[in-house]
């Protein structure tokens, strides 16, 4: 009944809320107040309420760690640092002040006051996430400036409390210093800890385990585990959560089924559970029993809240950002929920003389109901911050197509074939396919199972439908459409071609063979005769481990494939698949080549972290075998014969590849090519082996089996 109750307010507020043009997170809260034991008294306030509202708050805290963008972390650093101490140091003095003059606190509960006020919780986070402006500056500042404040004021109480216990022993001094040493020493201990394990036991569980179930219990295995360290040294559970969202942040994209499904799960039951919950705590009534408690609620939500507003404005004056991201970081850093009950808890045992304690009730309630306030301006704000946000975005893109925010669909045919075989591969096919798609255009993937029209088609015809099944349940996880067909055909190599053109595809991506037993050629059966009559660009695979575990991609480019017509398509690929995955790029190639890399990069994913190394030659290409370790991805860039970036070298490149980067993983591009497609004539009686070997390959190999 208790699990009835509150998910039929989880159904029902925001469509309330969206009837009355009210964020859907006061909808929660307010419920809470309603069937509250201080509103009509449906629910009380259990030990399920206590569980899941902590879930719900370290689910808020681990996603704003997972979606962080670090690189724009590591490059913004001071503006972090400057509006993490302005909204912490801000509305403390001012409600310091404030309690010492107009309500006559003591020094102690004004500074605790002041301590509470400095801090925040990410309230409105949801709500950035609806309209998908996690990685924006305003945000990213908002969430990491959050972290700092609340991690000062975390220190804070923790010496106040150090010093009141101090007293006690008339040891003040000497005991503060021990204790705060103490605790110093077990934040670095956990911190470096955190840091050096959970890689590892990401990289070790990820590699061996896909089940989707596996997975998703793990990351919030060490999720729970960093906030109960959290906990055990003294600080709040909530920073052990978004430490460990920072740490596990590259190994987890965002555009994976295990993403989604965080985000789904947290969103659907625990985050609310926890806002239902914070609702439960408040007690409307007080306001109205005495005019001290109002007159305590109005200033402490007054110059809390003011605090907050004057740290967000001038950062964001100070950074030359426009107004609506000041909207944006006021709103998202100026509620205060758990931390804040949390915070004034620790107060309440805190006995500044016997029988006395240092939080009296007209505090406690004028902290509870400012919460309310609070929440209420933070999802406000946050809502029509991010209306302006999202409004200026879409004007900008119809200004200036040109920019990275361009949604120009008409000048984008992008439309991806994966082209899968071999049920040991085809996950990873549809992974690295989510992650190099275009999110903006949000056009769905074509999944394609050749089988050959033979005495077994009968079988293999089943056990490819199977395959294609279980590959559109994964991209349905990360809520992307597929299609899907079986195909028919005497000759693959045709048959991927005509499917090709009825989808109206725009690049395929496929693994190569795994059973080389059975076919000892490097290529295969057909994927020559595909490369040779398909002028579009193919992407063949090998993977060794998951891709979301690899450390370095590292690009080889042959001279003058800037001039090819699919250098852009090539690049923007590969960045994009940077990016999501969050790991260093590496490009290897000619100078005149890198400078045009390098401009493109710089100008469309400034985020992606990429390095230019120059190769001078093609016959260099072994050499880089010694740079490439297992947790690396080798892309090879190539050319058919005749195009412009072609030379003989390449001729070589499956012995080189074989000999040199046998078991590592590997990923070969076929640019675009200009021409008419070969496959405008094709016929299904063309031959299905179609190999293209000069004389001078032939008879290098006959000299070579003779002396050996």
């Known amino acids: 009944m208790i699990f009835f109750v509150v998910l039929l307010i989880i159904l029902f507020a925001p469509i309330i809320m969206s009837k009355l ?40 805290m681990f996603l704003a760690g997972l979606e962080m963008d670090l690189e724009s972390v590591k490059r913004n650093s001071r503006q972090f640092l400057i509006f993490g101490l302005l909204t912490c140091f801000v ?11 107009m309500l006559g606190y003591s020094h102690p509960a004004s500074f605790l006051l002041g301590c509470i006020m400095a801090s925040n919780t990410l309230i409105a986070y949801p709500i950035v996430s609806r309209y998908g402006l996690q990685r924006h500056p305003s945000v990213q500042l908002s969430v990491g400036s959050s972290m700092i404040s609340l991690f000062m004021a975390l220190v804070m109480i923790a010496a106040l409390s150090t010093l009141f ?115 439960m705590l408040i007690n409307v009534r007080t306001v109205f029993t005495s005019l001290q408690v109002l007159w305590v609620v109005c200033l402490i939500a007054f110059f809390g809240t003011f605090g907050k507003a004057v740290a967000a404005y001038i950062s964001s004056l100070f950074f ?26 620790v107060g309440m045992r805190l006995e500044v003389s016997p029988g006395v304690y240092l939080v009296n009730s007209d505090m406690l309630n004028g902290v509870i109901m400012m919460i309310l306030v609070t929440c209420i301006i933070s999802t406000l704000m946050t809502e029509h911050a991010s209306q302006q946000i999202v409004l200026t975005q879409s004007r900008d893109a119809i200004s200036y197509p040109g920019t990275t925010t361009s949604t120009n669909t008409s000048e984008d045919d992008e439309k991806i074939l994966l082209c899968v075989k071999y049920k040991e591969i085809a996950p990873q096919l549809l992974s690295l396919a989510l992650l190099m798609r ?38 349905s996880a990360a809520e992307v459409q597929m299609q899907t067909q079986v195909r028919l055909a005497s000759n693959i190599a045709n048959g991927i071609k005509h499917a090709f053109r009825e989808f109206s ?39 060794v481990q ?69 190769m001078a030659h093609w016959n260099e290409l072994p050499q880089l075998a010694a740079t490439i370790q297992e947790d690396h991805l080798f892309v090879v860039i190539t050319a058919r014969k005749g195009t412009i970036s072609y030379k003989n070298a390449l001729e070589r490149l499956p012995d080189e590849l074989q000999k040199y980067f046998s078991g590592k993983n590997l990923m070969i591009i076929f640019p675009d090519q200009y021409g008419d497609p070969k496959d405008d004539h094709m016929s299904f009686t063309e031959a299905q082996h179609h190999e293209e070997t000069s004389l001078y390959t032939t008879i290098s190999q006959w000299i070579h089996k003779k002396r050996s």
């Open 21 to 60: 043009r009210i964020p859907h997170i006061i909808g929660m809260v307010l419920a809470g107040v309603v069937i509250g034991k201080y509103g009509l008294n449906i629910l009380e306030r259990d030990i399920s309420f206590e569980i899941f509202g902590s879930v719900g708050l370290y689910y808020i």
């Open 91 to 101: 509305p403390l003095i001012l409600t310091y002040v404030m309690s010492r003059t």
């Open 165 to 279: 216990t101090a007293s006690l022993t008339d040891n003040t001094h000497s005991s503060l210093f021990v204790s705060l040493a103490t605790f110093l020493i077990k934040l670095t201990v956990f911190i470096a800890g955190s840091v050096w394990l959970i890689p590892r036991l990401a990289r070790y569980f990820l590699r061996r385990y896909s089940d989707a179930v596996m997975q998703y219990i793990f990351v919030l295995a060490v999720m729970f585990l960093s906030a109960a360290l959290s906990v055990a040294i003294g600080l709040e559970g909530i920073f052990g959560a978004f430490l460990s969202g920072l740490i596990l942040n590259r190994y987890i994209p965002k555009v994976s089924p295990l993403m989604n499904r965080i985000e789904f799960i947290g969103n659907a039951v625990f985050i609310p559970y926890f806002l239902i919950g914070v609702g």
């Open 320 to 345: 030359r950002l426009p107004q609506r991201d000041g909207n944006m970081m006021f709103g998202m850093t100026s509620a205060h929920a758990a931390g804040a009950i949390a915070m004034v808890m």
């Open 438 to 475: 275009n999110q903006r255009l949000n056009r769905g993937l074509v999944a394609l199972n050749v089988v050959y029209d033979d005495e077994k088609s009968v079988r293999h015809r089943e056990t490819g439908l199977r395959l294609l099944e279980q590959l559109q349940q994964q991209a």
């Open 505 to 543: 595809s725009s690049e395929i991506i496929m693994g190569m063979h795994v059973h080389t037993e059975r076919n000892p050629k490097f290529w295969g059966d057909f994927i020559q005769s595909l490369y040779n009559g398909l002028n579009r660009q193919i992407i063949l695979i090998r993977f």
């Open 546 to 614: 998951p891709l979301n575990t690899l450390r370095r991609i590292q690009v080889a480019v042959p001279s003058r494939a800037e001039f090819e017509p699919g250098f852009h398509r090539w690049l923007e690929r590969l960045s994009r698949l940077a990016g999501q995955l969050d790991c260093r790029i590496q490009f290897h190639g000619r100078e005149e080549s890198l400078v045009l890399i390098a401009e493109y990069i710089n100008n469309r994913h400034p985020n992606v972290r990429a390095e230019y190394t120059g």
